[in-house]
């Protein structure tokens, strides 16, 4: 099998049959040969049945349903964990990437490069609530990690399927998997592709994305500067914090002695000191989650799935 077309979706019942149509249309223009994997997210619509019927009539449409909503990093890992292909390309459910680009990005995997990423050129959405959260985000990813990625959310991308399937996912780490790749070594490319405005439903996007971009930029900061001496690399921080924290005990119980009419200072000394524990444990959990990952990528069944071939 050369291609196969991962594409989640979560409730985007109007979606499915014009995007199997455009998507059919662009690959009988191609000679791949390839597989459409179709992930209900745990929809509460008609998105399943709609995508299901659809796979009654083709053989090369394979629906995964997952048992409740987890987010699109994990739909797509369910479809990366079903998928046969030598290649992998992924699109958005929404109608807003056009399959027809699936083409040129193809032919950039035979030049060579390992990824190759679509940027919107004019992209079609809210300027509040999408294009702003978008350029902080890009601006995030490209200032902590030193990546040149233009477009780090936009969804249609094209991947040896070798270089994707050896890496964990948690979290919204779908967008930056092209980072994570790149800072392992990996090549990519990007051009430009189209953008269409939504035709159905609302999006599942706003604001909140930055927040959880800039968590995810932490973690994969702190795990790639600490790759090769993590216990150095935290107990550098461990010794900072526990000076900050000496200084400030004592200074807290300075303050207490001589105004005992203000002893909650004591207590922010203290409040101070368990969140960076419990800040750098956290770390440490994510460092162990991310080591057991990557040994049972291959061989663990992570989520409850339903695959479905007509």
């Given at each position: 099998?050369?291609?196969?077309?991962?594409?989640?979706?979560?409730n985007?019942?109007?979606?499915?049959?014009?995007?199997?149509?455009?998507?059919?249309?662009?690959?009988?223009?191609?000679?791949?040969s390839?597989?459409?994997?179709?992930?209900?997210?745990?929809?509460?619509d008609?998105?399943?049945?709609?995508?299901?019927?659809?796979?009654?009539?083709d053989?090369?449409?394979?629906?995964?349903?997952?048992?409740?909503?987890?987010?699109?990093t994990?739909?797509?890992?369910?479809?990366?964990?079903?998928a046969?292909?030598?290649?992998?390309?992924?699109?958005d459910?929404?109608l807003?990437?056009?399959?027809?680009?699936?083409?040129?990005?193809?032919?950039?995997?035979?030049?060579?490069?390992?990824?190759?990423?679509g940027?919107?050129l004019?992209?079609?959405?809210?300027?509040?609530?999408?294009?702003?959260?978008?350029?902080?985000?890009?601006?995030?990813?490209?200032?902590?990690?030193?990546?040149?990625?233009?477009?780090?959310?936009?969804?249609?991308?094209?991947?040896?399927?070798d270089?994707?399937?050896?890496?964990?996912?948690?979290?919204?780490?779908?967008?930056?998997?092209?980072?994570?790749?790149a800072?392992?070594?990996?090549?990519?490319?990007?051009?430009?592709?189209?953008?269409?405005?939504?035709?159905?439903?609302?999006?599942?996007?706003?604001?909140?994305?930055?927040?959880?971009?800039?968590?995810?930029l932490?973690?994969?900061?702190?795990?790639?500067?600490?790759?090769?001496?993590?216990?150095?690399?935290?107990?550098?921080?461990?010794?900072?914090?526990?000076?900050?924290f000496?200084?400030?005990?004592?200074?807290?119980?300075?303050?207490?002695?001589?105004?005992?009419?203000?002893?909650?200072?004591v207590?922010?000394?203290?409040?101070?000191?368990?969140?960076?524990?419990?800040?750098?444990?956290?770390?440490?959990?994510?460092?162990?989650?991310?080591?057991y990952?990557?040994?049972?990528?291959?061989i663990?069944?992570?989520y409850?799935?339903?695959?479905?071939?007509?």
């Amino acid at each position: 099998m050369d291609l196969s077309i991962v594409i989640p979706f979560y409730n985007e019942e109007d979606s499915i049959k014009p995007l199997y149509d455009a998507v059919s249309k662009t690959m009988s223009g191609l000679s791949y040969s390839y597989e459409l994997i179709l992930v209900d997210d745990g929809s509460k619509d008609k998105t399943f049945s709609n995508a299901n019927e659809l796979a009654k009539k083709d053989s090369r449409l394979k629906v995964v349903k997952l048992k409740k909503n987890y987010g699109q990093t994990t739909g797509l890992h369910a479809g990366f964990q079903n998928a046969i292909g030598k290649y992998i390309v992924t699109m958005d459910g929404d109608l807003q990437n056009d399959p027809a680009d699936i083409g040129n990005m193809m032919s950039k995997l035979g030049e060579g490069n390992d990824i190759c990423l679509g940027w919107r050129l004019n992209r079609q959405d809210s300027k509040f609530s999408r294009l702003l959260p978008s350029k902080i985000a890009n601006w995030l990813v490209r200032t902590v990690t030193g990546i040149p990625v233009k477009d780090n959310g936009c969804a249609i991308r094209s991947y040896k399927a070798d270089t994707i399937n050896k890496f964990p996912m948690y979290s919204e780490m779908h967008r930056l998997l092209p980072v994570i790749n790149a800072l392992t070594g990996a090549s990519f490319t990007q051009i430009p592709v189209k953008h269409h405005a939504r035709q159905f439903g609302s999006s599942k996007y706003g604001l909140s994305r930055i927040y959880k971009v800039i968590l995810d930029l932490i973690a994969l900061k702190t795990v790639f500067s600490s790759f090769n001496k993590p216990l150095f690399g935290f107990g550098n921080t461990a010794i900072i914090s526990g000076i900050l924290f000496l200084f400030s005990t004592f200074m807290a119980f300075t303050t207490w002695y001589f105004n005992p009419g203000y002893p909650l200072v004591v207590l922010l000394g203290s409040s101070a000191l368990f969140g960076i524990l419990t800040f750098t444990l956290g770390f440490l959990g994510i460092i162990c989650h991310l080591i057991y990952k990557s040994g049972n990528l291959k061989i663990e069944k992570m989520y409850k799935l339903k695959a479905r071939r007509a």
